[in-house]
């Protein structure tokens, strides 16, 4: 209670201290200008602001759709500063005379600090930029891979507060149980708990992220060892973080629903002075489930400052500290091949003896500087991560549906990350081709502490069978470390080197190539033993792609792209001495698609690709007792999208997958032909959200998906569902909304993923959430 009232009290002090900041004061000015991309195309809904000293003015008007803004100043010297959703802010000092003067011509740069794509879901699709593929100024359209954009308007119509919610509107891309203590997604058919990323840097640890500091998600799909290393054989997740801006902006969110759903967020943004800006996100969540005796506690907060010492150099500082509590629950088990036929909110194990614990602490500096037409980017990220957990894990079934096995165990890692990225790019040409270039590196250092026990059962038996009607237990546990359970420290070094040419042929063809050299340096110590193992790989990760544009607004493109996977796995917790022989996996991704700006407020893609995983290991024919890497796996798909506005009333979201998994050659885990767990053959899903009236606005939502197995042994089937959303949008005032969402109308029993045969997640019964936001 001490803790929910002293954060209670602080993010009310921030809600009643930061509007009470005084803010510039209006005035009218004058200054006529055009804003453009990169490429000369005009940028229509550019905010321009002039802040004078001498008159103390600040006057701010909008780009028409010609890129044209024009206003009127007094005569004297104004920082003008020049924004877009998707671009990089620009500021210039300039001194206006009396008189007309020629306009000036504004050219912005892609979001440097924020990695951005923007596709506005409520307000349309407004800006389709994106560096996040490239690390360079490139339209949505323009980028010859898959990519998926799940906006703050979307998040904000269906009250998302988790990853997994996000990926349901995501195509190619389903979430995985993740033992229900941390993220995990399956993307093309390869899972992951660690091909996370924040503002394009690494966050590769396993816990639950929260969205409250948000701005959108980005899925990027199949691999780009060339962009991010390491890992990503599928492709990867990553978050945009809101960054401080010089328009003063506020929300707190208040909600609550069914199985005791209680959440409070805010979010205050607030100029200090003309050249610095501060921003601070905040939430605390305590909230019960339908799951029996299941919950979750968390807290977050996350300040932001930007700061802008000259037109040339920008800064921006992040810190955030993030909390999450909750029961450790591992879902239910099955019977004869189909979850079994049990109440969904059936818990196994003893509730007050299970628990997920994460505190992350994460600080992060950026700073761009344009000088002598190079614009260098760099990012420096330090991360420290602590989490554990401890739970109960259901087991099989007898044969006569009278007893389920039970095991336990607890588990514990403490990370440190530190990463640093610098980029540099250039726009240089060469007679008619233009050449966008980047040359950047990364450097980064980690250290793990990895610990577990084993639960033995009346300090005895490591399995006891319970009730299957009723598989709850206050058997006494003690936790002890087995013959096999981790005790071990592990660090990385990473370093790497890259380059990009994207060259533009004609005003039809584009192209661009890359290559990346990572150093993966693991040293992997047993503290059981003592043995100390050590491993390095030199991972060379090249992409080539090309874009042909038959008219501006659309594109067909093919694309090559590899990544690598190091031995010790994407969350480098286990070095053997058979691992540490191993070549790294590989990840091989095909990709051709089409991309079409049907209108400027609407987007429609799809992509075919296949996607080839090889140097699995395998067990040998010849010699059962040696591990050979001749196993493999292959996903053919094609994906379907649309994101944006069908008539000013209308904005839509969604998508289409057809995917295929299958073992090419047999590996350790699975036969030849076997296909690929937890990835359905066909998921479809649509958001649609419709004005009724001027304050008045409706939502309704379907997610479906095909059946698919729980794992690769392909014995136990989750059942395919579809499922209805809906939401009602009210305006209150100018500045409150009351929002309405249910979720699983017609009440379906559904299974939404598992991480075994044994441990698989049923999806919640009906559910209703009301949320009250204020703007200020």
Partial sequence: MTLRLNLTLFFSALVLFLPGIPASAQAPGVLRGRIVDPMRAPISGAEVTAVGAAPAVTATTISDQNGDFAFQLEPGTYLVRISSAGFADLSRRMTVSAGSAAPLEFVLQIAGFTQ???????????????????????????????????????????????VAETVNYVPGITSHQGENNRDQVVIRGNSSSADFYVNGVRDDVQYYRDLYNVERVEALKGP???????????????????????????????????????????????????????????????SDSFRNGVGLQRYGVAPNLTFMPSLQTALSFDYEH???????????????????????????????????????????????????????????????????????????????????????????????????????????????????????????????????????F??????????????????????RQSATDANNRVRTHLGALYAQDQAQLSRFVQIIGGVRFDRFDLEYHNNRNGD????????????TGIVVKPFETASIYGSYSLSYLPSSGDQFSSLTAITQQMKPERFTNYEVGAKWDATPELSLTTAVYRLDRTNTRATDPADPTR???????????????INGTLTHAWKIAGGYARQNALVTSATTAARAGAQVGQVPHHTFSLWNNYQLLAKLGAGLGVVRRSDMFASVDDTVTLPGYTRA????????????????????????????????NTNISPGSPRAVRVALSADF
Avoid: C, W
Wanted: proline residues 2%.
């Fill in 116 to 162: 951005a794509v923007e596709v506005t879901g409520q307000a349309g699709r407004d800006v389709a930029s994106i560096n996040t593929s490239t690390k360079t100024t490139t339209r949505l359209r323009d980028v010859p891979q898959s990519v998926t954009v799940v906006t703050s308007a979307l998040i904000h119509d269906q009250l998302m507060s988790s």
């Fill in 224 to 286: 780009n060892g060339m962009m991010f290393g390491r890992g990503g054989g599928g492709g990867v997740i990553n978050r945009v973080t809101k960054q401080a801006g010089f328009t003063r902006t506020g929300e707190t969110v208040l909600q609550a629903g069914s199985f005791g759903n209680r959440r409070f967020s805010t979010d205050l943004n607030q100029p200090l002075t003309a050249t610095v800006a501060f921003r601070v996100n905040g939430v605390f969540e305590d």
């Fill in 627 to 641: 591990i050979v890497q001749t196993g493999s796996q292959r996903t053919n798909g094609y994906e379907l999208g």
């Fill in 532 to 543: 100390t193992l050590r491993r390095v790989d030199h991972l060379v990760s090249p992409r």
């Fill in 725 to 756: 959303d809906a939401a009602l949008f009210m305006s209150l005032t100018d500045r409150t909304r009351l929002q309405l969402n249910v979720e699983n109308v017609f009440n379906q029993r559904y299974f939404v993923n598992a991480d075994s």
């Fill in 322 to 456: 993030f909390h999450d509590t909750r029961v450790a629950d591992r879902g239910i088990t099955s019977y004869r091949g189909r979850p079994a036929d049990l109440p969904v909110s059936t818990f196994f194990g003893d509730v007050a003896d299970s628990h997920v614990r994460a505190d992350v602490d994460v600080a992060a500096a950026s700073i761009e500087h344009h000088a002598g037409g190079f614009t260098i980017r760099n990012r420096t990220v330090a991360g420290n991560y602590d989490r554990g957990y401890q739970n109960y894990v259901p087991g099989a079934a007898t044969d006569d549906r009278t007893r389920v096995a039970l095991t336990a165990y607890n588990n514990a890692t403490a990370r440190l990350n530190v990463f640093n990225q610098t980029d540099v790019t250039r726009i240089v040409t060469s007679g008619r081709i233009s050449h966008t270039l980047l040359a950047g590196g990364e450097v980064g250092r980690q250290r793990s502490r990895n610990f577990r026990n084993t639960g033995f």
């Fill in 458 to 479: 009346d300090n005895a038996a490591t399995t006891i069978f319970v009730p299957f009607a009723n598989p709850v237990t206050d058997e006494r546990l003690t936790y």
